[in-house]
């Protein structure tokens, strides 16, 4: 069966250390400086690659409790990252200040097909993640 605890937890590491090797790619060789937002995404994205690294190792049936809380707050910045970056650029400045490091946070640095832009990408991968802790939480079968 492929909703084991030990592939949910596969799909979880698989998925964060892709963003995070993404966001480092885009920033450190592509030059692209992250904003304010960007920074607190990868702030939450990051430990999950080695959160989910330990708790497949040691077959810890309380990862998904440690990585839900990261991955919902994660997908809850992405979608309003998103939502001001497509629709509402002008509320960014009631809510938090994108501009303090000199990039703004509705600047749109990279599109695909005019609407999947690195706030997205992050929401889907913290999206996945989510499903994939919560589908283990639902399992107890390990092999």
Not at 35 to 47: A, D, F, K, V
Not at 53 to 74: A, F, K, T
Request: glycine share 6%; with cysteine; net charge positive.
């Amino acid at each position: 069966m492929l909703l084991r605890k030990r592939n949910l937890y596969l799909v979880a590491l698989a998925v964060s250390l892709c963003a995070m090797l993404g966001s480092l790619y885009y920033s450190e060789i592509k030059g692209l400086t992250p904003c304010t937002l960007c920074w607190y995404q990868r702030i939450l994205m990051y430990p999950i690659v080695f959160l989910s690294l330990i708790g497949l190792r040691y077959r810890d049936h309380m990862l998904p409790r440690y990585v839900l809380p990261l991955s919902l707050i994660g997908g809850a910045i992405a979608a309003y990252h998103y939502v001001i970056q497509m629709f509402h650029p002008a509320a960014v400045n009631g809510f938090i200040n994108c501009t303090k490091n000199g990039v703004s946070c509705t600047t749109i640095d990279l599109s695909y097909f005019g609407f999947v832009t690195i706030p997205l990408l992050s929401l889907i991968a913290f999206l996945i993640i989510a499903g994939a802790m919560f589908a283990a939480l639902r399992t107890g079968d390990w092999k």
